[in-house]
């Protein structure tokens, strides 16, 4: 099956009063990928959710997901829409009034399923909602979200507040929700919970996106080196490390280099502006 164009944004600014934040944004985002929304602390990952989701607006520019223009806040798209967001509270209230109250907002939810991810994440429906842990209350909005069924999921750090062993959870059971109809984008700053699932990677830096690939793009021409002395002359990348040094190479040229791990290619890409 073909992958489609979820969304795309053409020309995109927004600002925070006199704070901007994007200027000319573009992106294009297709269909059967999970995304990995990545950048540092006030690159504007959030943001972007938001106004994927049609919580916020764009000041300029143009936006369509799923074909319709979020910022209209149609009953149709935000029925196809699952948004987790970072900060969030759950009411006073049992799961079977949660989902009754909730669950008709999205066609194709799935209670079956949601059933069957809560026993694998090990939670008790019988508990009040208010009354669980963070990683419980993460846990259960996570079932939720992947029970709607929904064609696009946004997850704003979804792996915080889990123990390591949910965090592997997580990581299959968001592998199996998968679909070539859907798409996910997970932002987080935990790259090492979601190396092997995410990919593409969307890299965000100075209010552009500065990579929008897949990893094989770049793994498959360079290979990290590990040297105990600087290297001479000019390099791809260098950098300093307890004992030695760190340095890019085209694979060509150290096939016994190794290969570039998540947190590395971030760190590269943006110190190099998105090229190398």
Known sequence: MESTVVAQGQGISFAYKSRPLF??????????????????????????????????????????????????????????????NEEFSLP??????????LAPFYRRFDQRAFVSYAKEFELDLSQRL??????QKKKYLLCFGLASNTRLVIMDEPTNGLDIPSKRQFRQI?????????????STHQVRDMEGLIDPIIILEQGQVIFNDRLDTVGDRYV????SAEPEGEVLYKERLLGG??????????????????????????????RI
């Open 92 to 101: 006073r209230m049992h799961s079977h009034h949660y989902c009754a109250m």
């Open 130 to 135: 208010d009354q669980m842990s963070l990683g």
């Open 23 to 84: 200027s000319d944004l573009g992106f294009t985002l297709e269909s059967g990928n999970i995304y990995g929304l990545l950048g540092k602390n006030g690159a504007g990952k959030s943001t972007l959710l938001k106004i994927l989701s049609g919580q916020l607006f764009a000041r300029s520019g143009s936006l369509k997901v799923l074909g319709s223009d979020p910022s209209k806040r149609e009953a149709k798209l935000l029925g196809e829409i699952f948004y987790l």
């Open 245 to 274: 040094w760190m340095v890019l190479k085209e694979r060509s040229a150290a096939p016994g280099g190794q290969n570039l791990d998540l947190e590395t290619l971030f760190n590269i890409l943006v110190a190099k502006g998105g």
């Open 174 to 186: 968001v592998a199996r929700a998968m679909s070539e109809e859907r798409t996910f984008i997970i």
């Open 224 to 227: 990290i080196e590990r040297t």
